[in-house]
Structures are given as structure tokens and as C-alpha cells.
């Protein structure tokens, strides 16, 4: 019990979450979702278990990539490694490359299609835009 305690206490790595949240999109089966756990999520890993014959886990997985590369070090650390920003104000308003621009807008028409297809309702939709678009102002 104490070294459960001890790996989820663990500093994460978005490295490593990028890399878990590829694999599981590649491997949908047994690993759909080890992300999560990874990242201390384990209700939505066990989600993602249960669906592992479905499309949706590998598409939620890449959209979890896509968004963890986007999201920055700084913002990783705040969500999933309890810390807290340093600036508030510029953790929201970094300037942002030309290939995370590119990330974003196919990570926008992945999300338009799986709305699309019915796998996001119109507010979930528009809650990850939003994010997503926030990144870029």
C-alpha cells in the first residue's frame, strides 16, 4: 500500500504522459488508458479499460496527447503535479510556436469530429475549444 502511495505521489513527467497517451492511442489494448493511471487519474484509466474495443479510447487518448503537448510544462506541473504557478497571469499567456499552432488546429478538428460522430455533446465540445483556444491568445 505504501509504495502505491509513494508512485502516485510521484513528480509526473508530461514527457511521459505524451509518450503513455501516444502508445495507448497506437495500442489500444492492454495498455488503453495507462496514461491515466499514470497521471493519477485511475477512474477515467478504468474508462478507458472498459471501452478498449471501441474507437473511443484511442481517440480520446490522442486528444489527451495532443492536449498535454500543447498545455506546457508549467501548466502540467499545476494540473497534475499540485503545484502552483508561479505567475498566474503568464501561465495562460505564453507565446506559442508555429508547431503548437499546427497541433492545435488538428487537435480542433479532431474534437469537430468526434462531435460530429456524437462521442462529445455540443458542451463538451466547446468547453476543449475553448481551452484549446485559449492556448493561442
Known amino acids: 500500500m505504501q509504495q502505491l502511495e509513494k508512485l502516485f505521489s510521484h513528480p509526473k513527467s508530461r514527457k511521459v504522459g505524451i509518450i503513455l497517451a501516444l502508445l495507448s492511442t497506437i495500442v489500444p489494448w492492454p495498455i488503453a488508458g495507462v496514461h491515466k493511471f499514470y497521471l493519477g487519474q485511475p477512474v477515467w484509466g478504468v474508462i478507458y479499460l472498459l471501452l478498449w474495443n471501441t474507437p473511443i ?19 502540467f506541473n499545476v494540473q497534475f503535479n499540485g503545484l502552483t504557478p508561479t505567475n498566474p497571469h503568464t501561465l495562460y499567456n505564453k507565446q506559442i510556436e508555429p508547431l503548437q499552432v499546427n497541433v492545435i488546429s488538428e487537435g480542433l478538428r479532431e474534437l469537430d469530429k468526434l462531435r460530429e460522430e456524437g462521442l462529445l455533446s455540443e458542451y463538451e465540445f466547446e468547453q476543449k ?5 485559449d492556448r493561442i491568445n
Open 57 to 75: 479510447p484511442s481517440i480520446a487518448c490522442a486528444i489527451d496527447a495532443v492536449w498535454y503537448f500543447v498545455q506546457g510544462e508549467e501548466q
Open 129 to 133: 475549444r475553448r481551452q484549446l483556444l
